[in-house]
């Protein structure tokens, strides 16, 4: 598989993990979540699809007012497909706080995770000593290789850590905001289709 090459600007802010409950489930066509999302001055969007057998069930979405190299996104949102046999998305998570990590770290004493069914725990949950997020982004890291996280956070949705392997293998983790806070397995593959700098034209 082709390496991934990343064409948008690199970013690093502080990502944080307020406690708050899930907002509730908004699904749409992608099409209309794309019109409403640039429809303000804010008219950019890089999309990552993270996709199985040629087809993406989970995109996360970076909305920007500039393509100007070093301005951060505004904002973002992560999409999962309603059911197999339809278009529509629904909201999984949407925020404001995005953490860029080049330098993921591994650990061989990490603990595996894996879906329900294959014997692995999905989930850890944060202790006085270790947080919860930095086991399963051990795990992923380690399954992935050389890689980079995308982070994101926000106070009303859950938050996600996408790690990306040079060779487009993926694994997302879903970071819950509840206290102690919780971090599970939530899906992987091996295959991600990035489009960056996309202009809708809203009527």
């Not at 953490?99 to 725990?121: I, K, M, V, W, Y």
Request: proline letters at 6%.
């Amino acid at each position: 598989m082709p390496r991934i090459i990343l064409l948008a600007p690199l970013w690093v802010c502080a990502v944080f993990w307020p406690s708050a409950a899930p907002a509730a489930a908004e699904c749409k066509d992608m099409k209309q979540f794309l019109r409403d999302e640039t429809a303000g001055a804010e008219k950019y969007v890089d999309m990552f699809t993270f996709r199985r057998d040629h087809r993406g069930d989970s995109v996360l979405i970076f909305v920007k007012d500039s393509v100007e190299k070093g301005r951060l996104p505004k904002r973002w949102l992560f999409l999962h497909r309603e059911a197999e046999t339809t278009t529509r998305f629904c909201v999984a998570g949407r925020g404001e706080e995005i953490g860029h990590n080049e330098e993921s770290r591994t650990s061989d004493a990490a603990a595996n995770f894996g879906p329900p069914g294959s014997g692995l725990p999905r989930c850890a949950t944060s202790t006085a000593k270790t947080r919860a997020a930095d086991l399963l982004h051990d795990w992923a890291v380690r399954e992935s290789g050389k890689s980079i996280v995308l982070a994101t956070a926000s106070p009303v949705t859950p938050g996600f850590q996408f790690v990306i392997g040079d060779d487009q293998n993926w694994i997302i983790i879903e970071d819950e905001n509840e206290r102690p806070q919780k971090s599970c397995y939530l899906d992987r593959g091996t295959d991600v289709f990035m489009r960056f700098n996309i202009t809708v034209l809203n009527p």
